[in-house]
């Protein structure tokens, strides 16, 4: 009987025609009214040397100031490292859909960065924990004080390093991806690390107001394709991929670092029953 009862429920589903309508196609609707009325939640953490222009980053990306810069604001001004870890969270609101938005400012990590001779042993330990339990993306800062020739062989050569040491990346591979989403995510692979600069302040460019930078050769316009990468890192963060992103951080690396914490806390209780029978 039991026997029969698990071939049943491993049989195949057969698809059945409705005789009349039920109304569980508003299930869409239903999940939509209680999302939006929930609002939702995405934690960024940025990981790199004092100065690089991180907290630039992400107010550039959110098109506000949500966190304050804590670089340079003249050349003769030391540099004011992060020495411990710091998070804001703000609220945001965009067409009606809230964002609560938290960002975690990391210390000495990124201060151990080697722009001349890539990754140093210590970033690619801290990459690989870092991808354990978050999304990695990386991107290169300021890209502004590249050529476009050295910018190409700086990718490269860090496309080279994070493949040899087998860090993972985000987007990641699955089965459930369609056509689509698969080239999609082929061609963000191809383009990381992004290539980035980002800017809080508008400039003109013929007669236009944008935001970018200017500088003794210049302007960069941060949109501009042809200038940065900008718009693609934050058109797959906030419009392709934001909710992905927070899935995967519930469903995949929260669930792992739960499954770790529940196997250190078997092995501690193994070893309180070990010390009781002594």
Not at 19 to 40: A, H, M, P, W
Request: glycine share 6%; proline share 3%; hydrophobic share 40%.
């Amino acid at each position: 009987m039991g026997r029969s009862l698990e071939m049943a429920t491993m049989a195949e589903p057969q698809k059945m025609t409705l005789n009349g309508y039920v109304g569980f196609d508003s299930i869409t609707r239903q999940i939509e009214k209680k999302l939006l009325k929930r609002g939702f939640q995405f934690n960024v953490i940025v990981v790199g040397q004092t100065g690089l222009g991180k907290s630039t980053l992400i107010n550039t990306i959110f098109a506000a100031h949500l966190i304050d810069s804590k670089g340079r604001t003249s050349a003769e001004e030391p540099f004011r490292q992060t020495t411990e870890i710091q998070t804001v969270s703000h609220l945001i609101e965009e067409n009606g859909i809230r964002l609560r938005l938290n960002i975690v400012d990391t210390p000495g990590y990124g201060d151990q960065v080697n722009n001349e001779n890539c990754l140093k042993p210590i970033d690619i330990v801290v990459l690989k924990k870092l991808s354990e339990v978050v999304n990695v993306v990386p991107v290169i800062a300021k890209s502004d004080s590249l050529t476009m020739e050295e910018r190409v062989a700086f990718k490269r050569r860090i496309k080279s390093e994070l493949a040899f040491h087998n860090i993972k990346l985000y987007p990641y591979d699955s089965d459930e991806l369609d056509e689509h989403e698969r080239a999609l995510n082929d061609s963000i692979k191809q383009m990381i690390p992004f290539a980035i600069v980002g800017s809080e302040k508008n400039v003109v460019i013929d007669g236009k107001s944008v935001r970018g930078r200017r500088n003794r050769w210049g302007v960069i316009n941060v949109e501009n394709e042809q200038h940065c990468e900008f718009v693609h890192l934050r058109d797959f963060l906030t419009r392709t991929h934001l909710q992905d992103l927070i899935e995967t951080t519930a469903q995949i690396h929260y669930e792992a670092f739960r499954s770790k914490q529940n196997g250190i806390f078997a092995n501690l209780v193994q070893v309180d029953k070990f010390f009781l029978k002594k």
